[in-house]
């Protein structure tokens, strides 16, 4: 188990143990935390056969769990684009039947927020007339997205982010040297941290970072970077750090960076003064709201994304002419 859910552990254990588990739980908690994970023990919890120790990872249920064919434990993994009413019906008609082992049964729901209307109102059904033995667990990174009365039908745990410490203390024992600014790029998530210094796109953010700022000195770059943010519009979240963080400084404000590890580039950037960073700032909120998967890409992508970098290649051009961005 993760060390940051660890106390949340015991203390779903003890409402197990004092039968204060509601029959319906939502897990909340931003995405790479460990929901999934907390989940699947609690299920384990659930159904093991020795209730003194749960789990004691030594029963029937627990070998079960172990091999991940309960038959009393179902799983809808919301790894598809929705969760439609037909695998909802499924589970109600399943939470219904009685327990194989005997020994309850348990649902999880992951990535709830992924129901649609109709699947959620089937899910209120089951959460009104509850099946007798059935536990429903619901994981969601979004919950705000669940329908009220889904969630108020819920008893709700709330999972938050780790302190950055003890991140940065795990991750360096699971061999990766992560910095506080990869942990703020992945706005604090441990597992997204962990995945994305595993992957070595750290390394990919620097370099971006760095080609972004000097793109009025090297126009020819400007195609190569475009490429790349087409291919993963998500990194432009990183020079949407970046303007912030330069702005931050073009106007003096005392709070911490976000990209520790690029101050200089920050520094730099500054230079260019509020008007123009917050301009390019500005517009590129608007192309990032443009550009999410879910508002359905714009045919003209490419072209929305190469006119922004023109217009930035153009504004810090014009910084440096004025002598403020010295190189
Ligand atoms: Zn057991």
């Not at 009104?128 to 667990?137: K, S, V």
């Not at 108020?152 to 780790?162: A, E, F, N």
């Not at 061999?175 to 595993?198: I, K």
Request: hydrophobic content about 40%; overall charge positive.
């Amino acid at each position: 188990m993760y060390p940051w859910l660890v106390s949340h552990r015991q203390q779903l254990q003890a409402l197990v143990r004092h039968g204060q588990l509601g029959h319906a739980l939502l897990l909340k908690g931003m995405a790479g935390l460990g929901k999934r994970e907390l989940a699947k023990e609690l299920a384990q919890m659930l159904l093991c056969q020795h209730t003194s120790i749960t789990p004691c990872n030594n029963c029937h249920s627990c070998q079960l769990n172990a091999a991940a064919s309960h038959p009393d434990h179902h799983v809808i993994t919301g790894e598809e684009r929705s969760i439609g009413i037909d695998a909802i019906r499924q589970l109600g008609q399943v939470l219904n039947e009685s327990a194989r082992l005997g020994h309850g049964k348990v649902a999880v729901i992951m990535q709830a927020e992924k129901m649609t209307e109709a699947a959620a109102n089937a899910l209120l059904k089951t959460l009104e007339e509850p099946a007798g033995e059935a536990t429903l667990i619901l994981t969601s990174a979004h919950p705000e997205q669940l329908p009220p009365t889904v969630r108020s039908r819920c008893q709700q745990w709330l999972l938050p982010v780790p302190d950055s410490a003890a991140v940065l203390a795990w991750l360096s024992a699971q061999g990766q040297d992560g910095s506080l600014t990869a942990l703020n790029v992945n706005q604090g998530s441990p597992l997204n941290t962990r995945d994305y210094l595993a992957a070595g796109t750290d390394r990919q953010r620097r370099q971006l970072l760095q080609q972004f700022a000097e793109l009025a000195g090297h126009r020819h770059l400007l195609p190569t970077l475009q490429q790349g943010l087409l291919a993963e519009p998500r990194h432009l979240q990183w020079l949407q750090l970046l303007l912030q963080d330069a702005l931050q400084l073009a106007l003096g404000v005392n709070t911490a960076l976000r990209l520790v590890d690029s101050e200089p580039l920050c520094r730099q950037l500054s230079r260019l003064g509020s008007a123009r960073l917050n301009q390019a700032l500005t517009e590129l909120v608007q192309l990032r709201r443009t550009l999410q998967p879910t508002a359905g890409r714009p045919v003209n992508a490419a072209l929305q994304l190469g006119q922004w970098l023109n217009r930035w290649t153009q504004l810090s051009a014009a910084g440096g002419r004025d002598g403020r961005l010295p190189h």
